[in-house]
Structures are given as C-alpha cells and as structure tokens.
Nanobody, 117 residues
Framework: QVQLVESGGGLVQAGGSLRLSCAAS????????MGWYRQAPGKQRELVAA??????NYADSVKGRFTISRDNAKKTVYLQMNSLRPQDTAVYYC????????????WGQGTQVTVSS
C-alpha cells in the first residue's frame, strides 16, 4: 500500500503564489512518475504537470507559471504555482506510479486551490 498526503492548497488573490506538496509513504522501491492533476467544477480532471527521472511535462495553460519538482529522498513532489489566475481554481490531485510490493498507481485525496479575482 502506498499513501499520498497533499498539502499547501488555500485561497489566494490573482497574481499570487502557492506551493503544493505531496508526500508518498509505504512500500516503495522505485517511483517512475509523479504528476499533478486538477479538476474544476463541471469539468474533467486534467493533467497540470508531470515529472519522471529525466523529463517534465506541463499543460499549455500553466507553462511559464508553474514548476514541478521532486525530492527523491523524501519521496515528495512539489508544484510551485506563480501568477495564479481565477481559472486555476480547482481541486488539485497528485498521482504517483512506481514499484514496491508490486506496481502501484496511487492518488492523493485532493487539495482545494481557490484564486480570487
């Protein structure tokens, strides 16, 4: 079993910044993929940013504003969000895939990010 604990969401004014964290724990030998997704009311969940051992990937809507990073020793992935816009308002979820007792594909519980105009 792999558990993910997210933190860092909240309410911020447009133009502000937030940093999300997602810490993984449990039976983990290798983490291949760490990603952040978001889901706004009435919309489908979408990829925001993802990171592997040798690459990062961003949604076009956040390029230049958001930065994903990881700390392998802490098994933690971060999402630094700058220049936030009201349209960034959503529940943000982290997703981690790798291998432990077997392969795993785990999701966090979600953290609310609200950007006021």
């Amino acid at each position: 079993q792999v558990q993910l604990v997210e933190s860092g969401g909240g309410l911020v004014q447009a133009g502000g910044s937030l940093r999300l964290s997602c810490a993984a724990s449990g039976s983990i030998l290798i983490i291949n993929y760490m990603g952040w997704y978001r889901q706004a009311p009435g919309k489908q969940r979408e990829l925001v940013a993802a990171i592997t051992s040798d690459s990062t990937n961003y949604a076009d809507s956040v390029k230049g504003r958001f930065t994903i990073s990881r700390d392998n020793a802490k098994k933690t992935v971060y999402l630094q969000m700058n220049s936030l816009r009201p349209q960034d308002t959503a529940v943000y979820y982290c997703n981690v895939m790798g291998y432990g007792l077997g392969t795993f594909d785990s999701w966090g519980q979600g953290t609310q990010v609200t950007v006021s105009s």
